[in-house]
C-alpha cells in the first residue's frame, strides 16, 4: 500500500511585533502622508489580517498617537545626542562649525525622515496637539543654536535672531541636498555659505550707530 503522502503545511506568518506595525505606518506617511497610513492597507502591505493590529492597538487613533510619540521621543534623544556631541571649546566659532557638520552630516540620506517631518507639520496645520508637538522640537533645537550664538554674540537678541536664520538655513539645505543628482560640491558649497554669513561675520564687535538716511532734495 502507497504511503500517503502528508500535506504541506501553510507557512507561518511570524507574528508582529508593535514596532513592525509603527515602522509600516511610518513607511506609509513617507510614501503618500498621513492619509495612506489606514489600517486595512498596512495590513494589506504588510500581508496581514487586521486581527494581527489588535493585539498592538486600540484603534486608528492609537495607531498614529504611538507613531508621533515615537517619533517625538526619537528626536528628544537626537536633540540630547547632538547637545553632548557638540562639546563646549574656548572657540565658539568653531564650536558652531562643528554643530552645523553634524546637522548636515546626513543631508540627502535621510530623505525618509524628512518627509515625514514634512507631513507632520501638514498634519500639525489642523492638529493643534501635533503643532504643540512640533512647537516643543523646533524649540528644543533653536535653544542649543542659541546658546551657540550668545557665545559668539555676547548679544541675547542677536543670537534669537541669528539661530532662527541657522535653523532656516540648515532645513533649507537639507531639501536641496535631498535632491536626486546634486552635484558632490554642493553639500561643501552650502556648508560654506552659512558658515561664512551667520557664523564667522557674526563674531562679537562693536556695533557701529546707524546714520540717519536723508530724503534727497
Given at each position: 500500500?502507497?504511503?500517503?503522502?502528508?500535506?504541506?503545511?501553510?507557512?507561518?506568518?511570524?507574528?508582529?511585533?508593535?514596532?513592525?506595525?509603527l515602522d509600516?505606518?511610518?513607511?506609509?506617511?513617507?510614501?503618500?502622508?498621513?492619509?495612506?497610513?489606514?489600517?486595512?492597507?498596512?495590513?494589506?502591505?504588510?500581508?496581514?489580517?487586521?486581527?494581527?493590529?489588535?493585539?498592538?492597538?486600540?484603534?486608528?487613533?492609537?495607531?498614529?498617537?504611538?507613531?508621533?510619540?515615537?517619533?517625538?521621543?526619537?528626536?528628544?534623544?537626537?536633540?540630547?545626542?547632538?547637545?553632548?556631541?557638540?562639546?563646549?571649546?574656548?572657540?565658539?566659532?568653531?564650536?558652531?562649525?562643528?554643530?552645523?557638520?553634524?546637522?548636515?552630516?546626513?543631508?540627502?540620506?535621510?530623505?525618509?525622515?524628512?518627509?515625514?517631518?514634512?507631513?507632520?507639520?501638514?498634519?500639525?496645520?489642523?492638529?493643534?496637539?501635533?503643532?504643540?508637538?512640533?512647537?516643543?522640537?523646533?524649540?528644543?533645537r533653536l535653544?542649543?543654536?542659541?546658546?551657540?550664538?550668545?557665545?559668539?554674540?555676547?548679544?541675547?537678541?542677536?543670537?534669537?535672531?541669528?539661530?532662527?536664520?541657522?535653523?532656516?538655513?540648515?532645513?533649507?539645505?537639507?531639501q536641496a541636498?535631498?535632491?536626486?543628482?546634486?552635484?558632490?560640491?554642493?553639500?561643501?558649497?552650502?556648508?560654506?555659505?552659512?558658515?561664512?554669513?551667520?557664523?564667522?561675520?557674526?563674531?562679537?564687535?562693536?556695533?557701529?550707530?546707524?546714520?540717519?538716511?536723508?530724503?534727497?532734495?
Amino acid at each position: 500500500m502507497a504511503s500517503m503522502k502528508k500535506a504541506d503545511k501553510p507557512a507561518e506568518v511570524p507574528r508582529l511585533s508593535r514596532d513592525d506595525w509603527l515602522d509600516a505606518a511610518f513607511a506609509a506617511v513617507v510614501e503618500g502622508g498621513f492619509d495612506k497610513a489606514r489600517v486595512l492597507m498596512i495590513a494589506d502591505t504588510l500581508g496581514v489580517t487586521r486581527g494581527s493590529f489588535y493585539w498592538h492597538f486600540a484603534d486608528h487613533a492609537d495607531l498614529i498617537s504611538s507613531l508621533l510619540a515615537r517619533w517625538r521621543d526619537r528626536e528628544l534623544a537626537l536633540g540630547g545626542q547632538l547637545r553632548a556631541d557638540v562639546k563646549e571649546t574656548s572657540e565658539p566659532q568653531a564650536d558652531l562649525d562643528h554643530l552645523l557638520g553634524v546637522a548636515l552630516a546626513h543631508a540627502g540620506n535621510d530623505l525618509e525622515n524628512m518627509r515625514f517631518e514634512l507631513a507632520l507639520r501638514g498634519l500639525g496645520r489642523r492638529d493643534p496637539a501635533v503643532a504643540d508637538m512640533l512647537a516643543e522640537i523646533d524649540q528644543l533645537r533653536l535653544n542649543l543654536f542659541e546658546e551657540k550664538f550668545l557665545r559668539l554674540t555676547g548679544d541675547a537678541r542677536k543670537s534669537s535672531e541669528l539661530a532662527a536664520l541657522f535653523y532656516l538655513a540648515i532645513v533649507g539645505s537639507n531639501q536641496a541636498l535631498s535632491r536626486p543628482g546634486n552635484p558632490p560640491q554642493l553639500s561643501h558649497y552650502l556648508t560654506g555659505l552659512i558658515s561664512n554669513y551667520l557664523i564667522h561675520q557674526q563674531a562679537s564687535k562693536p556695533v557701529p550707530k546707524r546714520r540717519a538716511i536723508t530724503k534727497r532734495p
